[in-house]
């Protein structure tokens, strides 16, 4: 998961500097999405791991 929030972090920022603002959006978007998966699930897997 945070493989593809670093890959979509970076399609937004060169879609950013080339002026597309809409998909430099949605790749942010979904990079945003990607990590916050990201991090609930590394959570989960510490507590598991804890226990």
């Known amino acids: ?3 593809y929030a670093l890959v ?5 920022l060169i879609a ?4 597309f ?3 430099a959006g949605t790749a942010a978007w979904i990079a945003k999405i990607c990590f916050i998966v990201f991090l609930i699930l590394a959570i989960l897997s510490f507590l598991k791991k804890s226990r």
Do not use: N, S
Request: net charge neutral; hydrophobic share 80%; aromatic share 6%.
């Open 16 to 19: 950013a500097v080339l002026g």
């Open 1 to 3: 998961m945070l493989h």
């Open 8 to 12: 979509f972090l970076v399609i937004a």
């Open 21 to 23: 603002g809409v998909i």
